[in-house]
């Protein structure tokens, strides 16, 4: 079984008056972004998808939908919407904030301890139940493709269900990502998955289950994968 992790394209983080927007939509880059990851996931003879892809997972924010639009269209497949594969959730009282008070807000939070990392900014959704939100959501949306925990920690039984489904596409987020491949590689946790399993917008991730010890383990096969993308047009 494959899982393919798309980041979405860039987002329009603030307003043209420069107030802030928690749940933005992409700018005109961030839409041609989406637009080229589509025509790459379609060419089946190419990485990272190699074949027909059979199901399309999607974050519910905008970004990430809209990222994923072109891909449904040229995959054939209906998006599905898991609130699950939401990103960290932002103080509300960010929307509408103006845009040097929330980068003064990220620029003071890069220096906090792990533990003050680990509560998130305040008002927030905190990096523990972020984490929590990840590790619970994948394991139901694996076990609907026929992949689940064995009695070993670190290996997996996979069983296909029938019709077979042998690979996903979801479309999600840096923070939410990088919980996934954290979960799935068996590692622990950290608040800050993003910078570890670093993505750009529109970047693949590719894992894919390999045979091991009469199971199977996830293997890490990509990760920021933005070949599709012309070097001018990969942002971070």
Excluded: C, K, Y
């Excluded at 860039?10 to 749940?23: E, I, V």
């Excluded at 961030?30 to 059979?54: I, M, N, W, Y």
């Amino acid at each position: 079984m494959e899982l393919i992790l798309v980041r979405h394209g860039q987002p329009a983080w603030f307003r043209p008056d420069g107030t802030g927007d928690n749940d933005p939509g992409l700018t005109d880059l961030g839409h041609a972004q989406a637009a080229q990851a589509a025509t790459r996931l379609a060419d089946s003879e190419d990485e990272p998808a190699r074949g027909d892809v059979d199901r399309l997972v999607v974050s519910p924010m905008l970004r990430a939908q809209q990222t994923a639009a072109p891909i449904a269209a040229a995959l054939g497949l209906e998006v599905e919407t898991l609130d699950w594969l939401a990103e960290l959730g932002m103080p509300p009282a960010w929307e509408g904030s103006p845009r040097e008070v929330i980068e003064e807000a990220f620029a003071t939070f890069q220096h906090r301890t792990r533990d003050e990392w680990w509560e998130g900014h305040p008002g927030g959704e905190s990096l523990r139940a972020f984490h929590d939100r990840i590790a619970a959501g994948i394991l139901p949306l694996l076990a609907s493709v026929g992949v689940e925990p064995a009695d070993e920690p670190g290996l997996w039984s996979v069983e296909p269900p029938s019709p077979e489904i042998d690979r996903v596409v979801a479309v999600a987020h840096g923070g939410t990502n990088g919980s996934i491949i954290a979960r799935l590689l068996g590692v622990p946790p950290e608040p800050w998955e993003w910078d570890r399993f670093s993505m750009g917008h529109a970047s693949f991730a590719v894992l894919r289950t390999v045979p091991v010890a009469g199971r199977h383990i996830w293997s890490l096969r990509g990760i920021g994968d933005g070949a599709h993308l012309p070097v001018d047009d990969r942002t971070f």
